[in-house]
Every structure is written in structure tokens, then in C-alpha cells.
């Protein structure tokens, strides 16, 4: 269960904050990807202070909550970030 939330649940929040702060593609996905390095380390160094690797644990896994908070704030963006085109019928 702690995997689930530092490595998918975390990074999905991140992503989805940085969609809701930013409203712009550019600033959301670096928002999203720098967060969610910084909470997935951040998680891992609480979760086991005495562990003397855990930065380089971190380090490691950090390419998946990194692409998942990115895909999180795209899929936002594509929800509710752009406008609706009017269909030409109406």
C-alpha cells in the first residue's frame, strides 16, 4: 500500500496541482515533473530515515511518478484546460 501511494497516488496529486495552479501545458508539466521528484524523495526519506540509500531508491523509481504526474496534468489539461470548439451545425 505504501508503494502505491509514493509511487502512483502522490504523483498523481502532484500532477493533477500543478494542472489546477498553472492552467498552461509548459509550466504544468515542469511543475509536475520537478514536484514530483521532489515528493517522491521526499517520501522515501520519511518513510525510512535510518536506510542509507534511500536517495539513490528515490532515485531510481523516480522516472514512473515522474511520467504519471505528467500524464495526469495532460489528461487534465485535455478535460478542462482547452476551449470547446462549436460545431458548425449549431
Known amino acids: 500500500m505504501t508503494a502505491f501511494l509514493v509511487l502512483v497516488a502522490l504523483p498523481a496529486l502532484v500532477g493533477f496541482a500543478a494542472e489546477a495552479t498553472f492552467r498552461d501545458t509548459r509550466r504544468a508539466s515542469l511543475a509536475a515533473?520537478?514536484?514530483a521528484?521532489?515528493?517522491t524523495c521526499g517520501a522515501?526519506?520519511?518513510l525510512e530515515?535510518?536506510?542509507a540509500w534511500n536517495?539513490?531508491?528515490a532515485l531510481m523509481v523516480s522516472p514512473l511518478?515522474?511520467?504519471?504526474?505528467?500524464?495526469v496534468a495532460m489528461f487534465w489539461y485535455d478535460r478542462f484546460g482547452k476551449p470547446r470548439r462549436r460545431s458548425r451545425d449549431a
Open 37 to 39: 521528484a521532489v515528493v
Open 44 to 46: 522515501v526519506q520519511i
Open 33 to 35: 515533473v520537478l514536484g
Open 49 to 51: 530515515p535510518a536506510a
Open 65 to 71: 511518478p515522474i511520467a504519471i504526474s505528467i500524464a
Open 55 to 57: 536517495w539513490l531508491a
